[in-house]
């Protein structure tokens, strides 16, 4: 059935957010967006398995933090998510918490490739500001079914009003270089580059200072 992507993006001009009974919807979505991103193809497992581990790895992280500590926004109609962290809750995972998504991360990665997830783990981790509040764009994606529409774009624009309205700064990272113009034209500017090891992708820090209403 053919998707109504005008009604996919009215609704993300102002996107609702998931709740545990829409959240396996959202991380589906988020898995099919990411099938080739740079990151996560990166450190992902390359077996016959691996879309089935990717979308455990979104169900699990949308469901145990996303949920927990932030916010999953998304059309009401579906199509995309973008999920946000306040930054005072992007630190150190409780170690329950963490345990819990170990199989999950193994399941993930294979035994083979778990140690590329430290490394990009800790490299985000060193470039990650901390000396100033702001929310952290966790994930943005639109399944492909509705991907060249605007949906993306609607869901950043309702976000990112709410954050200047509110005077509050925004960090991401990104792997993919299509997305480093995309963002910003929404007002993020790159503050660090790098690689989480010699051979993985190369990853854009983007920081985001709140911006005055110009249509006042």
Request: proline share 7%; charged share 25%.
């Amino acid at each position: 059935m053919a998707l109504d992507l005008a009604a996919i993006r009215l609704a993300a001009e102002n996107p609702i957010r998931t709740n545990l009974s829409t959240v396996n919807a959202a991380a589906d979505d988020l898995s099919a967006a990411f099938e080739s991103d740079p990151i996560l193809g990166w450190f992902m497992r390359e077996d016959g398995q691996r879309n089935a581990a990717r979308q455990r790895f979104f169900r699990v992280l949308m469901r145990e933090s996303a949920l927990a500590d932030g916010e999953i926004e998304r059309p009401s109609t579906g199509g995309g998510a973008a999920v946000w962290i306040p930054s005072e809750k992007s630190g150190a995972q409780p170690l329950l918490r963490e345990l819990r998504a170990l199989p999950m991360l193994l399941n993930a990665t294979g035994l083979a490739r778990f140690s590329r997830l430290t490394l990009l783990r800790d490299a985000m981790d060193r470039h990650h500001p901390t000396d100033r509040p702001h929310d952290y764009l966790w994930f943005l994606g639109v399944h492909p079914s509705a991907q060249g529409a605007g949906v993306g774009s609607r869901l950043l624009k309702a976000r990112t009003e709410r954050l200047d309205r509110i005077g509050r700064a925004a960090w991401l990272e990104t792997a993919t270089p299509r997305n480093v113009p995309l963002y910003q034209r929404f007002g993020f500017r790159t503050l660090a580059e790098y690689r989480p090891s010699p051979d993985g992708p190369l990853i854009w820090g983007m920081w985001r200072d709140p911006q005055a209403d110009h249509t006042a």
